[in-house]
């Protein structure tokens, strides 16, 4: 995309390009594997997506093998991204749980970022927001999860990976089978790989004027 700066100069920028031409993947290359470094890369770029008062609450499981995969296609409506896909994430969110907030800053306190007596001031509205209210809990966990993949999404555009997000699967049996805790919600499925040819080229969205209010 062509961006014209204030002083008129006309530049192109690579993350809105990589944002503009992604689409969701339908074919994969079969053969194409991904290393477990490339997996977790994927994983590490996924995790500086924002969550509320840095709960940094989400896991994800990376079903790569043909074993792991034969047990998700069944119980992900048998799509067949599961199987030829390099790799299917089960992004999983985790029920806002306040209690975590000390642990999950004491690495910016340590690093000098936050003073230590800022800590009780995150903890305490963050208790009084979501402690009582289960299904607020449930609301930041499908949020910061989906803020993960979405950033893993434009992550593997960047690389020349495809993705696909599939919210079509048995979320009990999902549960179940990959041994998710109790305090975990899988939001949805995120196969990522190398593509083979035909898949579609980005979709025509609304126009802004349809979705967009100036006030």
């Not at 503009?20 to 053969?31: E, F, H, I, P, V």
């Not at 940094?56 to 896909?85: G, H, M, S, Y």
């Given at each position: 995309m062509a961006?014209?700066?204030?002083?008129?100069?006309?530049m192109?920028?690579?993350?809105?390009?990589?944002?503009?031409?992604r689409?969701?993947?339908?074919?994969?290359?079969?053969?194409a594997t991904?290393?477990?470094?490339?997996?977790?890369?994927?994983v590490?770029?996924?995790?500086t997506?924002?969550?509320?008062?840095?709960l940094?609450?989400?896991?994800?499981?990376a079903v790569?093998t043909?074993e792991?995969?034969?047990?998700?296609?069944?119980i992900?409506?048998?799509?067949?991204?599961?199987?030829e896909?390099?790799?299917?994430?089960?992004?999983?969110?985790?029920?806002a749980?306040s209690?975590?907030?000390?642990?999950r800053?004491?690495?910016?306190?340590?690093?000098?970022?936050?003073?230590a007596?800022m800590v009780p001031?995150w903890?305490?509205?963050a208790?009084?927001?979501?402690m009582?209210y289960?299904?607020?809990?449930?609301?930041e966990?499908?949020?910061?999860?989906?803020f993960g993949?979405?950033?893993?999404?434009y992550?593997?555009?960047?690389?020349?990976?495809?993705?696909t997000?599939m919210?079509?699967f048995?979320?009990?049996?999902v549960h179940r089978?990959?041994?998710?805790?109790?305090?975990e919600?899988?939001v949805m499925?995120l196969s990522v790989g190398?593509?083979?040819p035909?898949n579609?080229a980005q979709k025509?969205?609304?126009p802004v004027?349809?979705v967009l209010?100036l006030v």
């Amino acid at each position: 995309m062509a961006i014209t700066t204030t002083n008129g100069i006309t530049m192109t920028n690579a993350v809105i390009e990589c944002i503009l031409s992604r689409t969701s993947a339908k074919y994969y290359d079969t053969a194409a594997t991904l290393s477990d470094d490339q997996i977790r890369e994927l994983v590490r770029i996924g995790t500086t997506a924002p969550t509320s008062f840095h709960l940094q609450n989400w896991r994800f499981i990376a079903v790569r093998t043909p074993e792991a995969k034969a047990r998700l296609r069944p119980i992900a409506w048998n799509q067949p991204a599961i199987t030829e896909a390099a790799v299917t994430f089960i992004v999983c969110g985790q029920l806002a749980d306040s209690s975590v907030i000390p642990h999950r800053l004491a690495p910016l306190v340590k690093a000098g970022i936050m003073p230590a007596e800022m800590v009780p001031d995150w903890e305490i509205p963050a208790r009084d927001l979501y402690m009582e209210y289960p299904q607020r809990q449930r609301d930041e966990a499908v949020r910061s999860a989906t803020f993960g993949a979405a950033a893993m999404i434009y992550a593997a555009r960047s690389l020349g990976l495809g993705s696909t997000p599939m919210i079509g699967f048995d979320a009990e049996a999902v549960h179940r089978e990959f041994g998710l805790a109790e305090d975990e919600v899988p939001v949805m499925l995120l196969s990522v790989g190398p593509e083979r040819p035909g898949n579609w080229a980005q979709k025509p969205r609304l126009p802004v004027a349809d979705v967009l209010e100036l006030v």
